[in-house]
């Protein structure tokens, strides 16, 4: 507590030196808002709340410290200095994305196990996932290039981190402004394998993961390295996440601040954009794929899965719903207890269509943000992207908006622009968990039905 107060002070007497320095008035209101927002998203609301109220809180109070320090005038204190955390945030996201990836790709194919040993039954569950997250990035590139809610903003007002410097000069760069660019990404930056091309890490990935399977017994040690390191990997990202609700809290400020109101009005287009494509791939695994390739009615379906679907709808964790999946499948919907056990934990794993849909359709919408126009070609690295990042996807919340920045470099877009969509990441995070274990579902019910092992309800309230 005193750490952060004595922060707080710090850059608000920084805040008011330089070209035009403040009045001792704004220096103090500078410093309370640092040190109010710090006191609050790091000590008074952790215990209080769930993170999801967190981040709701730090987002709705963003929007006012944003509009109001527009409306006075006074925009670049939020940008140099409440700045800081949110590029603090973004960094420290970002940090462990490309090892991860790496590990978690890894993992997912070596766990697969050996296809050719497999036989049909891991090519049809391989195929019908690969399909499945197609369809769904499809959806989702078909929707934003449709609706286009990033198209209403200036681009010339959108100031990433990066640009900092040509918006304030370049004779003199206040101390804020030299944290973000100079300080924050010397200090929090990969060591391993830094500045490799995204799409490289990945195939090597592929690749090694298909040889430990090929290997088989004897690349068991170097298997569980790599869970391991997954596990690690993925600790780093939750212990990250705990300064989630400061993060979304300087962005949206930033955001409001540089971009005006107009930003929410065009963030608040996208969020419905997301949810419209969430819905419409949820109705084609419920209304088609399941009745159609697994041969179960729509109401069953749903019936039987529901308790899984509100787990994770509510956990926003496709791993820790796993357990309540493969009893709703088996018990409930009578999929075949083998196929779903062999299925189910490969789908947590690798089929991720929810996220490959939301990743796709928000890298369009920041390069939208940007002014960069994407053609239709254009978009092919970023659906290819997007459905290979899925499979190195951690089933845990917010995993994937760290992934975005995998498929923001494919494309050429600045990574800084994960800020722009942060701020309503972890409501989507909600829907699209649900959209991942909705597939994984339905695909126990279509390779079961393709083996003939689907089974029929006991009796006809046996599935209510």
Known sequence: MIGCALLALFLGIASGTGEEAATPLWVAVHTLVIGGALGLFLF????RMSLPAQIFVAMIAGVLTGWLFFS??????????VGIFGR???????????????????????????????????????????????VAVLVGLMMINVLKPGSGLDPDQVLDPGALESGYGE?????????QEDFL?????????????????????????AALAAVGEQAQSARNVFQGLDKALIQIIMWVMVLAPLGVFALMARAIATLGIEYILSLAFYFVSVLIALGLHWCLLVLLVVPLLGGVSPRRFLTSMAPAMQLAFSTSSSAATLPVTIECATKRLKANENVSNFVLPIGATINMDGTALYTSM?????????????????????????????VGTAGIPGASIGL????????GIPIEGIGIVVGVDRFLDMTRTLVNVTGDSAGAAVISRSEGLMGEPEAAGAVE
Not at 44 to 47: A, K, S
């Open 44 to 47: 008074v609301l952790p215990g």
């Open 72 to 81: 006075l005038g006074n925009e670049a204190f939020i940008d140099e200095y």
């Open 88 to 134: 603090l945030f973004v960094l420290l996201l970002t940090l462990v994305i490309i090892p991860l990836i790496f590990v978690s790709i890894v993992c997912g194919v070596s766990g697969i196990g050996d296809v050719t040993k497999l036989g049909r039954l891991g090519g049809k569950t391989v195929a019908y996932y690969l399909g499945t997250t197609s």
């Open 171 to 179: 004779a003199f760069r206040s101390l804020g402004v030299r944290i």
């Open 185 to 209: 990404p010397t200090i929090i930056q990969n060591p391993i394998m830094a500045g490799q091309s995204p799409l490289v890490v990945i195939f090597f990935a592929l690749l090694l993961g």
């Open 362 to 390: 928000a890298a369009i919408f920041i390069a939208e943000v940007y002014g960069i126009n994407l053609t239709l070609v254009q978009q092919i690295p970023i659906f290819l992207t997007a459905i290979v990042v899925s």
């Open 404 to 411: 975005l920045s995998i498929i923001l470099a494919s494309a």
